[in-house]
């Protein structure tokens, strides 16, 4: 190892040194026929000879791209005023985004667009290798798939495949279709019973006037009650000593509602304090009321009331049923009401129109029966 006078010292570990990597040729000599071969080219190695540095002949063939040259742009000419606003237009587009409600409208005509087109007869058909195994299975466009004819003697083939319906509530299969069923009926039936402007007038006064008398029977069977009242526990009250049957026709359906009724809030009543309590149903509980609460819930003082296991009054009365009461209901609220104006009349010389009991039956100074005869 000579040094010469001036070189930078290289204190580097000695390392075998590799020369450096041949300039790759483009061109080969070809040795001309007069002149041996081996005076012009050069002995060549095997591979396994070369250095680690000098790359395989096959690796010769892969591009260099740190050497790559990229062209220049090829220059275009003047941009005319249509390009130009067309360009500006794009790029305004591109700046400003689409709203939800845009977005949802361009997405739902795309899907429309792509359900409406047939893949048996777009033209990308000829490409599509499901059609083609079809065909090879014996499939033709236009036919169906499956049997050709059922055992009822009918063609029932499919000739288009099903279509698919996007659905985008909560409702269960099958749910519109019977919804629109129950319309269209409900529409038909409304076209069979199509009313004129004055046929529903005159529906809707006939209604109004039944209810109307219906809250006048009602008044009258109040005002029976109390006349009638002998302190058996009628004329308001839930209890009551005498049968059901036993009491006037007039006024027993409103007697028997109230006491359906209480019974019904009694039953509530007692649901509900066996949801808070943790004792058996059929326990004494008559010690944590009250004497108010007994008799409002019409406990007699020293009774044992089992929870699930009272028996209310009269609730024999309704196993048999009360056909005098059901005769009487079937009647029309016009008769029911002037039969029981005609009762009180005669029985306690009470006018229901005039509010007033006469000290006689002459009944001086009432117009009479009618209700258009008071004015």
């Not at 040795?31 to 790359?55: G, I, N, R």
């Not at 939800?100 to 409406?116: N, S, V």
Request: proline fraction near 9%; include cysteine; charged fraction near 35%.
């Amino acid at each position: 190892m000579s040094l010469k006078r001036g070189a930078p010292l290289n204190l580097s570990p000695s390392s075998p040194t590799s020369p450096p990597p041949p300039k790759r040729q483009h061109h080969k000599l070809t040795p001309s026929p007069s002149s041996p071969a081996s005076s012009h080219t050069p002995p060549k190695q095997p591979p396994s000879e070369l250095p680690p540095s000098v790359p395989a002949p096959e690796e010769d063939e892969e591009d260099d791209y740190m050497n790559m040259t990229i062209p220049d742009p090829t220059p275009t000419g003047p941009e005319s005023y249509t390009e130009r606003l067309k360009r500006k237009q794009r790029a305004a587009e591109l700046a400003q985004p689409k709203s939800k409600t845009e977005l949802a409208r361009i997405e739902k005509q795309k899907r429309d667009e792509a359900l409406a087109k047939s893949l048996l007869s777009h033209q990308s058909a000829g490409t599509n290798k499901g059609l083609k195994m079809m065909k090879r299975m014996g499939f033709t466009p236009g036919s169906g798939l499956g049997r050709k004819q059922w055992d009822n003697g009918m063609d029932e083939a499919r000739l288009e495949p099903i279509g698919v319906h996007v659905k985008s509530d909560r409702g269960g299969i099958g749910l519109e279709k019977a919804t629109s069923d129950k319309m269209k009926d409900a529409a038909a039936g409304f076209g069979a019973e199509q009313l004129s402007p004055e046929e529903y007038r005159e529906r809707v006064r006939i209604e109004a006037e039944e209810a109307r008398m219906e809250a006048q029977f009602c008044g009258a069977q109040k005002v029976c009650e109390k006349f009638e009242d002998t302190g058996d526990g009628l004329g308001g009250s839930a209890q009551r000593s005498v049968p059901l049957k036993s009491i006037n026709v007039f006024w027993r359906g409103l007697v028997k509602a109230r006491e359906e009724k209480e019974r019904a809030r009694k039953m509530k009543y007692e649901m509900l304090q066996s949801l808070d309590s943790p004792r058996l149903p059929g326990y004494d509980r008559d010690h944590e009321l009250d004497h108010e609460d007994k008799v409002a819930l019409g406990i007699a003082p020293g009774r044992v009331r089992k929870l699930g296991m009272t028996v209310e009054d009269g609730a024999e009365d309704e196993i048999d049923e009360d056909e005098e009461l059901a005769g009487f209901d079937a009647l029309g609220v016009k008769e029911r009401l002037e039969r029981i104006v005609e009762y009180l009349r005669s029985k306690h010389r009470y006018c229901f129109w005039c509010k007033y009991q006469y000290p006689d039956e002459q009944m001086e100074g009432c117009p009479g029966l009618e209700e258009d005869l008071h004015g």
